[in-house]
């Protein structure tokens, strides 16, 4: 028996504004008892004494100095564009002018 319905599912898509189909309601549903169960298999596990985690093994960041170091010289990095102007790429413009 389905614990969650297909009113819940459409419910859920149209909140995250999906759109499906009736096919793909009836697959969801089913898809989310599985997730739904394996969770409530997983609260049923003893988890005293152990510490919660967000990572299996230990992360460390490595930091290092920042060092200024020169850059590439304009006329270099402006060669690598298809196309400039006054000292900056051209690129086609992509926005209205009301935007």
Known sequence: MSTISREEVAHLARLARLEVTDDELDAFAGQLDVILESMKTLAEVNTDGVQPTSHAVPLV?????????????RDAALAGG??????????????????
Do not use: G, K, Y
């Open 61 to 73: 960041n490595v930091f290092r100095e920042d060092q200024p170091q020169p850059s590439l010289p």
């Open 82 to 99: 298809p196309d400039t102007f006054e000292d900056r790429f051209r690129v086609p413009r992509i926005l209205d002018e009301e935007a």
